[in-house]
């Protein structure tokens, strides 16, 4: 499986963004698929997860209510949009897919997951 994000970039706080991530070479129903996040200076982060039926969720705390993430099966791709953008969003946004369920994300790393895309840039101005 091949994942490509796309859908960075610069925004004000207070905006939104919606970044998305392409799967090509397997159907992507066949895994669980989510966002990490690696800001400036710190440790990668798990961010959102989708169950493979895409009737369950997951998300870091520091994202409740804010993110939400989706999957569109016909195009092969898991979206990740973004509200209420602040500063600390700033960060390499790199998506993921996995063959574990949605609900084992949040205790693992990227590099934990069978396959992972480069990562797409959003930078949120104060």
């Known amino acids: 499986v091949q994942l490509q994000a796309s859908g960075g970039g610069l925004v004000q706080a207070g905006g939104s963004l919606r970044l998305s991530c392409a799967a090509s070479?397997?159907?992507?129903?066949?895994?669980?698929m989510g966002w990490f996040r690696q800001a400036p200076g710190k440790e990668r982060e798990f961010v959102a997860a989708?169950?493979?039926?895409?009737?369950?969720?997951y998300y870091a705390d520091s994202v409740k209510g804010r993110f939400t993430i989706s999957r569109e099966y016909a195009a092969n791709t898991v979206s990740l949009q973004m509200n209420s953008l602040g500063p600390e969003d700033t960060a390499v946004y790199y998506c993921?897919?996995?063959?574990?369920?949605?609900?084992?994300?949040?205790?693992?790393?990227?590099?934990?997951?069978?396959?992972r895309g480069k990562g797409t840039l959003v930078t949120v101005s104060s």
């Open positions: 993921a897919a996995d063959q574990k369920g949605g609900s084992s994300w949040p205790g693992r790393g990227l590099d934990g997951m069978d396959y």
């Open positions: 070479g397997r159907t992507s129903s066949s895994y669980s």
């Open positions: 989708i169950s493979r039926s895409g009737y369950s969720t």
